[in-house]
């Protein structure tokens, strides 16, 4: 949390957050889209029931504006060395990454070097910044250009984050050598621990 800003302070960025069906309707409108678009949203069911869930709510709001999605579920291998590297038509949804510090996230998803670069984004501004607080050792400094580098991500909306997930993780005192592992694996984890 220290190392995201809220949405308040994304700056320009901050109003495509809100949910304003018009205004996204003016804005496909300008864009050529007077009537919207039908395209195909990519996803696996590798993640579990919860992500599918948030992709129908996604599907119903891209409707609202005009956007009409024909889902396309993939087996977690073929997502992974597909859709997850960008290799897909049209949308694709899924979660990020689970990251214990910035950089990995933020040089993995802008980095235009990047495998996991699904967006293929290539904003000199973005790699700039991105190169800068890899270089920068002051903590307070290396965070002001992070929370820069959320801003312009906000202004031009690569990628369109849905929510941010938490993991909360309780066990018995009886229960020894364990600890959260925040990863997409929950049935190794638990397998584990049995």
Do not use: C
């Not at 119903?60 to 009409?68: A, H, Q, T, Y």
């Not at 979660?95 to 235009?112: F, N, R």
């Amino acid at each position: 949390a220290e190392w995201s800003l809220p949405i308040d302070q994304l700056g320009e960025g901050a109003k495509y957050y809100r949910y304003d069906p018009k205004e996204a309707r003016r804005l496909l409108a300008e864009a050529g889209f007077p009537k919207g678009f039908k395209k195909p949203i990519n996803v696996t069911n590798g993640y579990g029931p919860d992500l599918l869930d948030a992709l129908q709510l996604a599907q119903r709001n891209l409707k609202d504006v005009g956007i009409e999605t024909e889902v396309k579920i993939q087996e977690y291998g073929a997502y992974m060395a597909t859709t997850f590297l960008g290799k897909f038509d049209g949308m694709a949804m899924g979660p990020i990454s689970v990251a214990w510090e910035p950089d990995s996230v933020l040089y993995g998803l802008y980095g235009p070097d990047q495998p996991r670069n699904s967006g293929h984004v290539n904003d000199p501004q973005i790699t700039a910044m991105l190169q800068e607080q890899r270089r920068t050792k002051d903590l307070e400094a290396r965070k002001k250009i992070i929370f820069d580098i959320q801003r312009r991500a906000a202004e031009q909306q690569y990628y369109v984050y849905t929510s941010s997930n938490m993991i909360t993780a309780s066990w018995q005192p009886y229960v020894k050598n364990f600890a959260p592992n925040n990863s997409f694996d929950y049935g190794n984890r638990a397998a584990a621990l049995w």
